[in-house]
T-cell receptor, first 110, second 112 residues
Framework: RKEVEQDPGPFNVPEGATVAFNCTYS??????FFWYRQDCRKEPKLLMSVYSSGNEDGRFTAQLNRASQYISLLIRDSKLSDSATYLC???????????FGQGTELSVKP | EAGVTQFPSHSVIEKGQTVTLRCDPI?????LYWYRRVMGKEIKFLLH????????ESGMPNNRFLAERTGGTYSTLKVQPAELEDSGVYFC??????????FGPGTRLLVL
């Protein structure tokens, strides 16, 4: 079983749609959580951190449920420029390494 | 402020040859990480430096891979001898202590 599992993609949605990505992690010792965005043939870029209280950044809302070991990302009013692969990432303080999910591809169409 | 830089951007070599990848972290970042993505798989951790010391090298695939970080500045990752399964994208990332990791553009390695 992978340490971080994400929804299989791709997600094809029209502009303006709301789309939700889910992610589960297996190690309860995980300490920090992130969503990264990766454009085609580019490096991963930090989109936002994820907190138990939930956090919002414009059209993006991230949520963490530690009891269920579940992370989500909601994108509202999707734009063409949101097309990318979204990576669910877990961080362990011990060693400092990031553990990546395989990513979910989003394609926003006009 | 300059981001993480990596060199070369692409490398095509034959099986059995040696390749050295370089990473220059963001100035002032003591933490430097190497990751790799092979086709169809998720990005995986290789190792972590704190300044010039290896903090965690649990992700290094085998002893054909050697990473160094001279003087706690730039880092190199050498693969010798390269095998077909080493093909992939090698990312470097850096961070300050307990802060987010910033990734370089990656080196695309193809071993023929």
């Amino acid at each position: 079983r992978k340490e971080v599992e994400q929804d299989p993609g791709p997600f094809n949605v029209p502009e303006g749609a709301t789309v939700a990505f889910n992610c589960t992690y297996s190690n309860s010792a995980s300490q920090s959580f992130f969503w990264y965005r990766q454009d085609c043939r580019k490096e991963p870029k930090l989109l936002m951190s994820v907190y138990s209280s939930g956090n919002e950044d414009g059209r993006f809302t991230a949520q963490l449920n530690r009891a269920s070991q579940y992370i989500s990302l909601l994108i509202r009013d999707s734009k063409l420029s949101d097309s990318a692969t979204y990576l669910c990432v877990v961080f362990y303080n011990q060693g400092g390494k990031l553990i990546f999910g395989q990513g979910t591809e989003l394609s926003v169409k006009p | 402020e300059a981001g993480v830089t990596q060199f070369p951007s692409h490398s095509v070599i034959e099986k059995g040859q040696t390749v050295t990848l370089r990473c220059d972290p963001i100035s002032g970042h003591d933490n430097l990480y190497w990751y790799r993505r092979v086709m169809g798989k998720e990005i995986k951790f290789l190792l972590h430096f704190v300044k010039e010391s290896k903090q965690d090298e649990s992700g290094m695939p085998n002893n054909r891979f050697l990473a160094e970080r001279t003087g706690g500045t730039y880092s190199t990752l050498k693969v010798q001898p390269a095998e077909l399964e080493d093909s992939g994208v090698y990312f470097c990332a850096s961070s300050q202590i307990a802060k987010a990791q910033y990734f370089g553009p990656g080196t695309r390695l193809l071993v023929l």
